[in-house]
Each structure stands twice: as structure tokens, then as C-alpha cells.
């Protein structure tokens, strides 16, 4: 009897592959998945639950972006800090240009996206909420068993259906049909489903004995792309890995530079960038890669105006790279730049 393959990919993860928000290999997954499925190697399991959660997810992120965007130029606009009019409007288009390609390029992922939920190899008859499947995750919150989740938040306290438990109620239901199986599960939360998640190496994360029993075969992975790979032959070079390795590095030290020098005022400024406006300039792309900044970086790390961009050389590696040509970094009073990619000072 042959055994089917299956593959059960939870919200968060199909989140990140858009917002690059979980330390998972996010670059090419969806042409991975898209590409088996086409082949027929598996069959994607997509619960109602996982797509519901994901428009909510997706909407809300977007909806986050937006409001703290609007919130930082506001802010811009009423520093005193930052110069001359027209360089507050210069960062002002740069921000604004940045949210345009970065809201863009997020669309484009979530059409991959919906791509995968339509594909004649997803699943999604026999995955709809269903008052069973309601009543199987209710009874998993009676018995305080994984994936069920203790919420301390007092808003939240009474949420006795959640999420999690319907995903795996919907995917037991659906495969009690079938004899022999081998289901493969996604999630970037293994704070819920694992039996232990302080495990630093999380390929080594096992799922919860409760779990595990109510599937024939059950297997476990946070990176998506170790799952494809391991299972279906679905690997990238690591040519390819590090070359993209290099262009994040690159496009996210690029990016800090070019929006955030401008942030980082003398003591006594009246510039505050809160946590949220951080967060949503991380989400902004150069070539379609996240920033990396810190409230640290803001306050202790970069001053000076962004005036323009000088072409730098790395000594050491060799890099080729852009940089305001105005930037002092203010925490160890040197002038010049930082290879983005080996941490080298010794710049041409």
C-alpha cells in the first residue's frame, strides 16, 4: 500500500516568507514549494485555520507598517534636529520611497503565496472549521494540552479556541482516512508545539508527546527549506545561500545608513524614534531584503546627514559598496566606513 506524503505549513511561516520576520531561510521557499507541488512529490495541507489566520496576519503587519511610518515622518517633520527643511524632506522621499517598493514587493510574495493555497495539489476540502473540529480544540484547552497556550495577557484569558489547537485537530480529521501517511509540519513557533523549545539547535526539536500521538508519522522542522530539502531533494547551493547571504548584508547595511544617520541626535535632541517606527523601518527593503536596525544603532551608533553616496572598496575582501559620504561613527569617534560584509575599517 503506497504511503501518502503530506505537508502541513503553519501561518507564521507563510508570514515570514513576506515580512522576513523569523530566523528561517525565507529566500526561495515558495519557488521550492511551488515547484514539488507542481511535481507532485507531496500534498500541501492548508487548514481554513492557516489561511484565516494568515489574511489576519498579513493585514495587520501591513496595517502596523503603515500607521508607524506615518508616525516616524510626523516626527520628522516636528524635529528641530535634523537641518534644513529640504533635508527632512529628502528623507521624508526616501522613506516614502522605500515603503513603496518595500508594500510592493510584500504584495507580490503574498501572490506566490495565494499561488500555493490555489495549486491543484493543496488541500483545503476536508480542512474547513467545522463544529467537530471546534469542539476538538475546546477539549484540548479543557485538558491544558500542547498545542494549547497558557495566556497570561488578561485580554486574551479567555480565548479557549485557539489557533493552534484547530490546525492540528483539522489535520487529524483529515488524515484519520488515511492508513499509511507521512506528514511533515512547519511552524516557526516551537514555543507551542515542541515538547522542549529552549533546545538552541532547533532542528533538533521534537514535537510534543500529545502531538505525536494522534498522528501515525508526524516530523517537525522550524526552516521550512531543511524540511523540503531532507525530505524531497529540495536544496540550494551553498553558492547560492551565501551570495544571498552577502546581498542582505550589503542591502541592509545600505539601508540603515541611508535612513537612520539622520536619527541619531546629540544628547538633549528632541528626535524619538520609538520601538514600533524601528520596527517598521526594519521592514523596509533595498532589493527587496529587510533592514536591520536597533534602537541601539539609532541612538549610539550613526550621526551626520545623509548628503549623497561615495562607492567604497573593501582592502580585505574586496567588496564593493555605497555609503553616505558624510557618516562618523559617533560610538568610537572614527571616520570613514565599515565593510558591510567582513567588518573591515580599512576602506579605499
Known amino acids: 500500500m503506497k504511503t501518502e506524503k503530506f505537508v502541513l505549513i503553519d501561518s507564521n511561516i507563510y508570514i ?97 503565496v495565494n499561488g500555493i493555497f490555489l495549486n491543484k495539489n493543496t488541500i483545503r476540502d476536508g480542512l474547513k472549521l467545522t463544529p467537530e473540529i471546534l469542539v476538538d480544540g475546546y477539549k484540548t484547552f479543557l485538558k491544558r494540552e500542547k498545542p494549547y497556550k497558557n495566556v497570561i495577557d488578561e485580554k486574551r484569558k479567555y480565548d479557549n479556541i485557539q489557533p493552534d489547537t484547530l490546525i492540528i485537530a483539522s489535520a487529524v480529521n483529515y488524515l484519520a482516512t488515511f492508513d499509511k501517511y507521512k506528514l ?69 547595511n545600505y539601508l540603515s545608513a541611508s535612513l537612520i544617520s539622520t536619527f541619531a541626535v546629540p544628547p538633549g535632541g528632541d528626535l524619538i524614534i520609538d520601538s514600533a517606527q524601528i520596527n517598521a523601518l526594519n521592514s523596509l527593503r533595498v532589493g527587496g531584503i529587510p533592514g536591520t536596525i536597533s534602537s541601539y544603532n539609532i541612538r549610539n551608533g550613526l550621526t551626520g546627514l545623509n548628503v549623497g553616496l561615495n562607492t567604497h572598496q573593501c582592502s580585505k575582501c574586496g567588496n564593493v559598496f555605497q555609503q553616505p559620504d558624510n557618516l562618523i561613527n559617533a560610538t568610537s569617534m572614527r571616520s570613514g566606513f565599515q565593510c558591510p560584509v567582513c567588518g573591515n575599517f580599512d576602506i579605499i
Open 16 to 112: 515570514s516568507l513576506c515580512f522576513f520576520d523569523l530566523d528561517i531561510t525565507n529566500v526561495g521557499v515558495l519557488e521550492k514549494l511551488g515547484e514539488l507541488l507542481d511535481q507532485k512529490k507531496f500534498y500541501l495541507l492548508l487548514p481554513e485555520v492557516v489561511e484565516l489566520e494568515f489574511e489576519r496576519k498579513f493585514n495587520e503587519k501591513i496595517s502596523f507598517i503603515e500607521t508607524a511610518i506615518k508616525q516616524l515622518i510626523e516626527t520628522i517633520n516636528k524635529s528641530k534636529d535634523i537641518g534644513s527643511n529640504k533635508a527632512k524632506q529628502n528623507l521624508i522621499k526616501s522613506i516614502k520611497d522605500s515603503r513603496s517598493v518595500t508594500l510592493s514587493d510584500i504584495q507580490k510574495i503574498k501572490e506566490e
Open 184 to 252: 511533515y509540519f512547519s511552524t516557526g513557533n516551537p514555543e507551542d508545539f515542541c515538547e522542549d523549545s529552549s533546545v538552541k539547535d532547533k532542528s533538533k526539536l521534537e514535537l510534543s508527546v500529545n502531538i505525536k500521538s494522534q498522528f501515525e508519522h508526524i516530523r517537525y522542522y522550524y526552516d521550512p527549506l531543511e524540511m523540503l530539502n531532507e525530505n524531497f531533494g529540495a536544496s540550494y547551493t551553498k553558492k547560492i545561500i551565501d551570495e544571498f547571504e552577502v546581498k542582505r548584508k550589503q542591502d541592509s
